[in-house]
Nanobody, 127 residues
C-alpha cells in the first residue's frame, strides 16, 4: 500500500526559503515518478514540480521555475521541494503525489498522472 506523508510546511517571509519533504512508504522511490501540487486559498490546485523515476528529468510550473527545485533522496525514500525566493503567491497547501503506471513526463504537472496523494502541508507567506 503506497502512502506519502508531507512535512516542512511553515510560515516564511517573502524572499525566504523553505524545504518541504515527502516520505514514501509501501514502495521504493526509484520505482515511481513524483510530483508536488499546491492549492492557494480560493484557487484551483496546480502542479508545481515533478520528477521522473530516476529524478534526473524534472519540470516546473512557469511561476516557480528557477526558484523551486524538486529532488529525490533514494536512501531516505524521500522527495523534497526546495522553495527559494518565496512570494505571497506561493502560499497554500502543498501536496505530494505518486505517479501512475500511465504517467508520462511531458504531462507531469497534471493531476491525472498521479494515483496516490498525501494530505498536504501548509505554507504561509507573511511579512
Amino acid at each position: 500500500q503506497l502512502q506519502v506523508v508531507e512535512s516542512g510546511g511553515d510560515l516564511v517571509h517573502p524572499g525566504g526559503s523553505l524545504r518541504l519533504s515527502c516520505v514514501l512508504s509501501g514502495g521504493q522511490l526509484d520505482s515511481y515518478p513524483m510530483g508536488w501540487f499546491r492549492q492557494a486559498p480560493g484557487k484551483e490546485q496546480e502542479g508545481v514540480a515533478c520528477a521522473s523515476i530516476t529524478g534526473v528529468v524534472t519540470d516546473y510550473a512557469r511561476s516557480v521555475k528557477g526558484r523551486f527545485r524538486i529532488s529525490k533522496d533514494f536512501r531516505k525514500n524521500t522527495v523534497y521541494l526546495q522553495m527559494n525566493n518565496v512570494t505571497s503567491e506561493d502560499a497554500g497547501t502543498y501536496v505530494c503525489a505518486v505517479g501512475t503506471a500511465w504517467y508520462v513526463q511531458r504531462d507531469c504537472l497534471t493531476r491525472r498522472q498521479y494515483g496516490t496523494w498525501g494530505k498536504g502541508t501548509q505554507v504561509t507567506v507573511t511579512s
